[in-house]
């Protein structure tokens, strides 16, 4: 079975830049979040969506934004990119919401912006 | 001062050390402690989970809660060189709010189980 998947690999950018990072779940996970990781930090929230809807939000400027799409896929955009942005952007999928749905992570999008 | 405390290490052991790996936390709405295990260049999966005080054993893998002192500890018996890798404690609050099911993640610990 086929894990969650993110696209991109690898991305580099500059300053000023858009960026779109893609996640699909694993097959019959509802819900899909997003965390940036920083070189050497752990993973921080981003974003939670459930059923196309967004569910929770962490401390991140409106420069970044998500949606989910009807197959559950989802997408984080990133305008006006700065160079503190620079980080592994990871997608974790679950059953549903809930703190006791356990989250599966992909292997990440690193993002490079010079 | 963050909500997740972890000791980044670098931590050093011989193969077949325990090795003990530790958090405090200062938000007392966390209800739900894990543990993720991430290698280099991969995302995190999870080795431990725990709902409330007490302890949980998986294989050579101990998940100790103290909820009274904000304390988590994970532990690995007979470490191996396979263990390698940057461990992860994270928690969640149990319900509601505008962040149900985000996790709140430690720094994370680097260890190197050495043969």
């Known amino acids: 079975d086929a894990g969650v998947t993110q696209s991109p690999t690898h991305l580099i950018k500059t300053r000023g830049q858009h960026v779109t990072l893609r996640c699909s779940p694993i097959?019959?996970?509802?819900?899909v979040s997003w965390y940036q990781q920083v070189l050497g930090q752990g993973p921080q929230f981003i974003f939670q969506?459930?059923?196309?809807?967004?569910?929770g939000r962490g401390n991140f400027p409106d420069r970044f934004s998500a949606r989910q799409f009807p197959n559950y896929s989802s997408e984080l955009n990133v305008n006006a990119l700065l160079l503190g942005d620079s980080a592994l952007y990871l997608c974790?999928?679950?059953?549903?919401?809930?703190?006791?749905?356990?989250?599966?992570f992909g292997p990440g999008t690193r993002l490079t912006v010079l | 001062q963050k909500e997740v405390e972890q000791d980044p290490g670098p931590l050093s052991v011989p193969e077949g050390a325990i090795v003990s790996l530790n958090c405090t936390y200062s938000?007392?709405?966390?209800?739900?402690f894990m543990w993720y295990r991430q290698y280099s260049r991969k995302g995190p999966e999870l080795l431990m989970y725990?709902?409330?005080?007490g302890n949980k054993e998986d294989g050579r893998f101990t998940a100790q809660v103290d909820k009274s002192s904000k304390y988590i500890s994970l532990f690995i018996r007979d470490s191996q060189p396979s263990d390698s890798a940057t461990y992860l404690c994270?928690?969640?609050?149990?319900?509601?709010?505008?962040?149900?099911?985000?996790?709140?993640f430690g720094q994370g610990t680097i260890l190197t189980v050495h043969p």
């Open positions: 969506y459930y059923e196309k809807e967004e569910r």
């Open positions: 725990t709902y409330s005080s």
């Open positions: 938000n007392s709405a966390f209800q739900y």
């Open positions: 097959s019959g996970h509802k819900s």
């Open positions: 974790a999928s679950s059953l549903g919401l809930g703190p006791y749905n356990e989250q599966f």
């Open positions: 994270a928690m969640s609050a149990s319900a509601g709010g505008t962040s149900y099911g985000k996790l709140t």
